[in-house]
């Protein structure tokens, strides 16, 4: 059958399951934005920047596990697009870029927004492939997808010659690469299960590889056969219930130090399903790099990862799911004989000390912090809801406070790039219209993207965003105040009224000023049929979950 090539790119998406994609409109690719209007297998969400459409398909791929997809613009629009490639690098999540490109007679010519993708996304991206021929353009897709989702998934740019994309073609589309199973997981967890055994305080250190609702049904059931306390990496904190007695915390932005002696007193560090980086492992120091100083088993899918930046005793090279599932499997006979009196002891030391740090106290001079806000929403919430966070200081009152069921979903940059909030909620909220989506951003993050607030509006998403109004990029004024006590600069910020700015896109504003504001706005918001924008007032004194400004200029100084 002849079609254009652009026609075919579309079969090519159902073929591999797409059900939406984000963009933003490019004249480079007139004709696939023209095939997508013929088909309704496949929404098109029209974002207001590309760093939204790219930071959109990134969520729908980190809630799913499926690939992320966007299409943008060439030159500008793929570098505006670079920080959700970044992010996909970072956070480990497969996502398909395509690009629109010049046509072919003009590459190489410095033609009007022409872009060497190959070099400009070498260090980001696991590949980049321009479609130089409409009859190779099947085979392209499936190999985009399957690199993106390969162990470590990540991003993909395809790159689309305007031209190629209006020939016409009888190629055919090529069916989703089967996934390369990594079958030794029962071997691996028979050779890994007397250590376990033997040890007399180890940590399961559990990376993103257990975000689905089954990886953490086995991780539950592994840890609770095994007396394993579980400790979760950086944002990975949904993915176990916290208040499960073999909880034993997140691996968040710089813990406490006697959190991190706590945590060194193991004797055995099982690390699955994370790459083990410089967040989670406080600047390679627990596990310590390069040889750590207990016993590490460290199982991962992608052979480049375990051992690599942190000598492993045992790299183990496995599914980890798979790994954990057997591992759980194990006659608790084999494995358990050794479970005695210091297990239990450990097990409780662990879990009291994240449990006495939780709850939130009021600052005794009665500021207004996000404190209040986390634990409104404590109280609000649904089991299941989805709670997003932008990067930036707000979000450590919500590590700290807030006790995720196991059921309630985190989405968060592990890469720290601010500006994913907003989009994410939308995304979200497409995937999860029944769910409760509550998305936390700085009163910087919040006018990187918040302009997707119109996408969210246009496709009747009803997110509920809290704005962290401090007057401030409140991180790097933290970081200011260690450094150069009393001398900010460049950190302050003169706000727009946000309540009345989410009026104007069409949303509800509501304002917290106090703390006893906090849980009845709260319900309000969460109570309201559509969009909400609550501005929260918070004092920037109280700069961070941990500390105040005074103590920080004290601390400096003395
Ligand atoms: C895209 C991007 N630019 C800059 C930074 C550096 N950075 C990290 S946190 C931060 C400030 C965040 O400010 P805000 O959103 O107001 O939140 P707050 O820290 O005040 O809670 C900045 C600028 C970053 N992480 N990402």
């Known amino acids: 059958m002849t079609r254009r090539c652009a026609d075919l790119l579309i079969d090519c998406l159902v073929a591999h399951g ?3 994609v984000f963009c933003v409109p490019g004249e480079s690719f007139l004709s696939v934005l023209d095939a997508l209007h013929q088909r309704d297998e496949i929404a098109t969400i029209t974002c207001r920047h590309e760093s939204g459409a790219a930071l959109m398909a990134l969520t729908h791929a980190k809630l799913t596990a499926a690939a992320g997809v966007a299409f943008v613009s060439r030159g500008p629009g793929a570098t505006n697009a670079s920080i959700g490639v970044h992010l996909a690098e970072q956070d480990a999540t497969p996502l398909v870029l395509f690009v629109g490109h010049v046509p072919r007679h003009e590459i190489g010519r410095s033609a009007f927004q022409e872009v060497d993708y190959a070099k400009t996304f070498a260090d980001l991206a696991k ?7 409409a009859e190779r353009l099947p085979e392209i897709i499936a190999q985009a997808f399957a690199i993106a989702l390969s162990p470590t998934p990540g991003p993909v740019i395809v790159v689309l010659p305007e031209d190629v994309l209006d020939e016409p073609t009888t ?5 989703p690469r089967p996934m390369l199973g990594i079958g030794n997981a029962p071997t691996m967890a028979a050779a890994i299960a007397p250590l376990l055994a033997a040890a007399e305080r180890p940590l399961l250190v559990v990376g993103g590889a257990f975000a689905s609702a089954d990886a953490r049904a086995v991780l539950q059931r592994s840890a609770e056969a095994l007396h394993l306390p579980v400790v979760l990496t950086f944002k990975r904190q949904d993915q176990f219930p916290n208040r499960h007695p073999l909880y034993g915390g997140h691996l968040g932005f710089k813990i406490a130090p006697d959190q991190v002696a706590l945590y060194e007193e193991a004797d055995l560090v099982l690390a699955v399903g994370t790459r083990l980086g410089e967040v989670s492992t406080q600047g390679y120091r627990f596990p310590r790099a390069p040889q750590p100083r207990q016993t590490l088993v460290h199982v991962h899918d992608d052979p480049q990862v375990p051992g690599r930046v942190i000598a492993a005793h045992h790299p183990v090279l496995a599914d980890p799911v798979a790994f954990l599932a057997e591992l759980g ?5 084999a494995v358990l004989p ?4 210091t297990r239990d002891k450990w097990i409780k030391h662990v879990h009291g000390y994240v449990s006495a740090r939780r709850p939130w106290q009021p600052p005794a001079d009665g500021a207004l912090d996000m404190g209040a806000v986390v634990a409104a929403l404590g109280e609000c919430l ?3 809801a989805v709670l997003i966070t932008d990067a930036g200081n707000f979000s450590g009152w919500l590590h700290r406070h807030f006790a995720f069921s196991g059921r309630h979903q985190l989405v968060g940059a592990v890469g720290g790039a601010m500006g994913l909030a907003m989009p994410a909620a939308v995304a979200t909220g497409l995937l999860y219209p029944q769910r409760q989506v509550v998305t936390m951003v700085g009163d910087g993050g919040f006018l990187m993207t918040g302009s997707e607030l119109a996408t969210a509006i246009q496709y009747g998403v009803p997110v509920k965003v809290f704005v962290c109004n401090n007057a401030s990029f409140g991180t790097i004024r933290m970081h200011q105040e260690r450094s150069y006590p009393g001398r900010n600069h460049g950190t302050d910020l003169h706000n727009p009224d946000f309540a009345a700015l989410a009026r104007a896109y069409g949303a509800t504003g509501l304002r917290i000023e106090h703390a006893a504001d906090a849980l009845p706005v709260t319900r309000e918001a969460l109570a309201c049929p ?3 924008v609550v501005e929260v007032m918070c004092a920037l004194e109280h700069i961070s979950a941990f500390s105040t400004i005074t103590d920080l200029r004290r601390a400096a100084r003395s």
């Open 18 to 20: 797409v059900p939406r």
């Open 127 to 133: 590949w980049v492939a321009v479609v130089h021929e």
């Open 171 to 175: 190629a055919a589309v090529v069916a």
């Open 329 to 333: 499997a194990i006659e608790a006979a």
């Open 338 to 341: 050794a479970v005695s009196g």
């Open 382 to 384: 649904d089991e299941d």
């Open 530 to 532: 559509g969009a909400v």
